[in-house]
Nanobody
Framework: QVQLVESGGGLVQSGGSLRLACAAS????????MGWYRQAPGKERDLVAT???????SYADSVKDRFTISRDNAKNPVYLQMNNLKPEDTAVYYC??????????????????WGQGTQVTVSS
């Protein structure tokens, strides 16, 4: 089991910056990738950024060159530095961790853990 706790959300004006943090506990050695998702009211949860155990990062097109995902050591904690924030970035941001799992038939699949979410509000 893995537990994820986010922090760092809040209210910021357009053009401002925030840094989110995600602390993982439990069986963190099972984690093969971590990331951030966001969900705006009435919309689906979308991927924002990911970082693999090997340090490879990827971003949604809407946040490239504005957001940076990083981590201090090994896998924990993971940060999301958000610069030049826009009103459309307003959403609840969720930390995500992926571990390998297998079903009763021995088939492998990705198991997703989620944090409780942190609100980010960008005013115009």
């Amino acid at each position: 089991q893995v537990q994820l706790v986010e922090s760092g959300g809040g209210l910021v004006q357009s053009g401002g910056s925030l840094r989110l943090a995600c602390a993982a506990s439990g069986n963190i050695f099972s984690i093969k990738a971590m990331g951030w998702y966001r969900q705006a009211p009435g919309k689906e949860r979308d991927l924002v950024a990911t970082i693999t155990a090997g340090g490879r990062t990827s971003y949604a097109d809407s946040v490239k060159d504005r957001f940076t995902i990083s981590r201090d050591n090994a896998k924990n904690p993971v940060y999301l530095q958000m610069n030049n924030l826009k009103p459309e970035d307003t959403a609840v941001y969720y930390c995500n961790a992926i571990s390998d799992a297998s079903d009763p038939l021995g088939r492998n699949y990705d198991y997703h853990y989620w944090g409780q979410g942190t609100q980010v509000t960008v005013s115009s």
